[in-house]
């Protein structure tokens, strides 16, 4: 992948005072999003609101949407017109945005989704905190395909994982999604916007071979096919059915075979490339807690109650939620007690924690149906649960 | 003689078409190639730098228009077409961007998307192909199924008031809008280069023939029957009021050109809007921005 310097013009270098959904919107400018398309939606609706103030002023466009239909569909157009494209939503307006997220695999187009969390299912909680749309990011989309999801627990890392978003999502040719919640979303913090030239960025991965000999979705080397854009004579063809290398329509079992599992490969084979955890004092732990985004938070508090309890604990912070760190869960899972899995939805990572565990080591989930965060003793209760 | 030298072997518009892919999945009868072949003779009477032209398609039977012509072409989901062509557009506003697809990717499940193009006046070109029914699956009723119809989805016959497509474009602010049926090729050719020289949403309805489902269901013949019906009930009104343009069950077609007109566009709006609200601030989108 080739690495370039991000364009000064979209990077507001600083320390500032930012909420999250308004650091979503700076780290996309920083990572060179020109192109926005949204529909407002509560809590995320800052995000569009930043964007469209400051895009007009570093050569970009905004534009608001009639739906969240149009503006997954109006991204991906943007990607292949040249752009990198972003844009931000909540859980009605994610279910919405399924059908083309689909397409976006499909078609092996990068777009950067945000999804500022609330509380569901249907309009649910539209101003309270929710982390019920994990498994809907991993599996909302019909069929089979692959992306990947990280999980910002700050203002700060709402700026930093977009600009990773959008490395990760230009690397694969993948949608890839920042998976915040209405709390992060809302929480000023001091945000610190480093220099132009020391963010370093992906360049999408162009093709410069001969017009005639252009196959735009033949694999390279490293599984991802390179890609052109819409106005410089390749005259390529492609579409949401299953396709062969050429982009053309084959709708038969053998080319599904090749075209769904080149989709699930090219992230499950990177996995370990992907994948980006924050561990603490894992090595003698008895009890690993795992937690994402504004519940790693919330957990910090009862781990310090375990730690003085006398519990040996161990924390792993998911970064990236999807694809999920299989290995290292399922290296862990034969040396310790249990995990404890507090999450703001019924049981959705746990599951994966629980499949990778295998049985070797019990997964305790600490739900909370949304609206707000745990209570630290609920955490810590099962900590004592876990260590027992 | 070699297969390929003989002269009904050659397609005469093949430069325009991947004839890798031919033979395509149309029905015999049907009407969409024909608005094709107009298409790419407009094409050919343009004098536009043919890669710069890109074409975006729904899904059905008009969909599949996409994977045949040899341009960038997007084949994309059902009614998405014109908010993809959208992204497309303003991301790349040096290209021609046309939306070719069906009445019920455009008019159905995507209606929301083209009365909101028309409003903001985006600068593409919309080709509908309306065929009365959704073919591709198999004869379902439509948006555009003219009452009393039989449909496969409407068995006892269609009681719902049907959309006159130039009237819902042209009150959402399509600043061109053209109808015409698949027996005037010339005048949609005419349309499609006219509409290529404006600037603005652009859409253009070609009634068609379904043969398979539409014309079998309600007994209606073949091709020739259906082009027969519209030579006797066509009529052309260049400029009729759309609010007259309503369609009844094998009735009179209003055929014409009726509203051709100029309005800035929706990166005219933006530019000229932000340029004096922001000064020096702001950069002129589309100059230097590809």
Not at chain 1, 64 to 89: N, P, Y
Not at chain 1, 115 to 138: C, E, F, H, I, Y
Not at chain 1, 325 to 345: C, D, S, T, W
Not at chain 2, 209 to 223: Q, S
């Amino acid at each position: 992948m080739k690495k370039i310097k991000a364009d000064p013009k979209g990077v507001l270098t600083g320390a500032h005072y930012l909420d999250g959904d308004h650091s979503l919107a700076e780290g996309g400018l920083a990572a060179g999003c020109r192109f926005f398309a949204g529909y407002p939606i509560t809590p995320s609706t800052e995000t569009a609101e930043r964007f469209s103030e400051r895009i007009p002023k570093v050569g970009g466009i905004f534009i608001q949407m009639e739906d969240e239909l149009a503006s997954i569909a109006a991204l991906i157009g943007a990607v292949w017109g040249g752009k990198k494209a972003m844009t931000v939503t909540s859980g009605p307006g994610f279910s919405l945005m399924m059908e083309n997220i689909g397409l976006a695999c499909m078609m092996e187009t990068p777009i950067v989704i945000a999804n500022v969390q609330r509380g569901g299912p249907s309009t649910g909680l539209p101003t309270l905190t929710g982390q019920q749309d994990m498994m809907q990011a991993k599996w909302g989309s019909h069929g089979d395909y692959e992306i990947i999801a990280l999980s910002p627990d700050s203002p700060q890392e709402c700026f930093d994982l977009t600009i990773e978003a959008f490395n990760l999502s230009e690397t694969y040719r993948v949608p890839t999604f920042v998976m915040t919640d209405e709390c992060v979303g809302h929480m000023h913090e001091k945000v610190v916007i480093p220099p132009a030239e020391e963010i370093e960025l992906v360049e999408r991965k162009w093709y410069t071979g001969p017009k005639d000999k252009y196959l735009p979705y033949k694999p390279d080397k490293d599984m991802i096919p390179f890609m052109v854009k819409a106005g410089d004579g390749y005259r390529f063809h492609t579409t949401g059915l299953t396709r062969d290398e050429r982009g053309y329509p084959v709708i038969n079992a053998e080319c599904q075979d090749v075209c769904v599992h080149h989709l699930v490969d090219k992230i499950n084979k990177n996995a370990d490339k992907i994948i980006k955890l924050e561990e603490q004092e894992i090595d003698n732990a008895e009890v690993i807690v795992i937690s994402y985004g504004i519940t790693s938070r919330v957990t910090t508090r009862a781990v310090e109650q375990a730690r003085k309890a006398g519990i040996k604990i161990g924390t792993i912070r998911l970064i990236t939620v999807w694809p999920f760190p299989e290995k290292r869960i399922k290296e862990l899972a034969k040396k310790v007690k249990a995990f404890v899995v507090p999450e703001i939805n019924c049981g959705q990572v746990v599951l994966e924690v629980e499949r990778c565990a295998a049985g070797q080591a019990p997964a305790i989930h600490v739900p909370h149906c949304g609206g707000w965060v745990h209570d630290p003793d609920d955490i810590f209760k099962a900590i004592k649960e876990a260590a027992k | 003689m070699k297969k390929e030298d003989r002269l009904e072997e050659k397609n005469p518009i093949e430069s325009l078409l991947r004839m890798d892919r031919i033979p395509h999945i149309w029905c015999p009868g049907c009407g969409i190639g024909t608005v094709v072949t107009s298409f790419a003779e407009a094409l050919h009477k343009s004098e536009l730098d043919l890669d710069k032209v890109a074409i975006v398609s729904g899904i059905g039977c008009t969909g599949r228009v996409a994977g045949y012509v040899k341009l960038d072409s997007f084949h994309t989901t059902h009614g998405r077409a014109i908010p993809f062509a959208t992204g497309l557009k303003l991301a790349h506003p040096e290209l021609k961007v046309v939306v070719f697809s069906g009445d019920g990717d455009i008019a159905g499940i995507g209606g929301n998307h083209l009365i909101h193009a028309a409003r903001r006046n985006m600068d593409i070109m919309v080709i509908c192909v309306n065929n009365f029914n959704y073919a591709m699956t198999g004869g379902q009723v439509a948006a555009t199924t003219p009452k009393d119809a039989n449909a496969s989805t409407a068995p006892y016959g269609n009681f719902e008031y049907s959309f006159s497509l130039p009237y819902l474009a042209e009150a959402a602010g399509a600043t061109y809008v053209a109808r015409w049926t698949a027996l005037h090729l010339r005048r949609v050719t005419k349309s499609i280069q006219e509409a290529f020289n404006r600037r603005g949403f652009s859409f253009i309805e070609v009634i068609t023939p379904c043969v398979t489902l539409y014309a079998r269901r309600n007994r209606l013949g073949d091709g020739l029957n259906l082009l027969k019906y519209y030579y006797e009930k066509s009529e052309i009104q260049h400029g009729a009021d759309t609010r007259t343009l309503d369609i009844s069950y094998q009735g009179k077609l209003i055929v014409g050109k009726f509203v051709d007109k100029e309005k800035p566009t929706f990166l005219d709006c933006m530019n000229e809007h932000l340029a004096k609200v922001l000064g020096e601030k702001y950069q002129l989108y589309g100059e230097n921005n590809d």
